[in-house]
Nanobody, 122 residues
Framework: QVQLEESGGGLVQPGGSLRLSCAAS????????KGWFRQSPGQEREFVAA????????KYSEAVKGRFTISRDNAKNTVYLQMNRLKAEDTAVYYC???????????????WGQGTQVTVSS
């Protein structure tokens, strides 16, 4: 069973930056598609970004495109989400996800982390 553990969340002022990390417990995670979702209070969980095994393809939601960057280090079995120019509406619990599918999905992932809180406020 692949386990995913997020870190890096916290409180940041509008316009600031944070970098989230997600480490996986199993070596097989290195071959999986990785991504991030987020959920705000009262809202449905939404896709944020995803990246393929070799980092050839990345996908972003329109809400974060141009501000967030997803990357991965397969040697460290870790995926990252660099978040710049943060806005109050980015406040949410951010979840790391993984899938052994052959393409990026905007909805279906096999494995989910427990989530890390990101709060953007002055």
């Amino acid at each position: 069973q692949v386990q995913l553990e997020e870190s890096g969340g916290g409180l940041v002022q509008p316009g600031g930056s944070l970098r989230l990390s997600c480490a996986a417990s199993e070596q097989t995670f290195r071959t999986f598609i990785k991504g991030w979702f987020r959920q705000s209070p009262g809202q449905e969980r939404e896709f944020v970004a995803a990246i393929t095994r070799g980092s050839v393809t990345t996908k972003y939601s329109e809400a974060v495109k141009g501000r967030f960057t997803i990357s991965r280090d397969n040697a460290k079995n870790t995926v990252y989400l660099q978040m710049n120019r943060l806005k109050a509406e980015d406040t949410a619990v951010y979840y790391c996800v993984a899938s052994n599918a052959s393409y990026i999905s905007y909805r279906n992932y096999d494995y989910w982390g427990q989530g890390t809180q990101v709060t953007v406020s002055s």
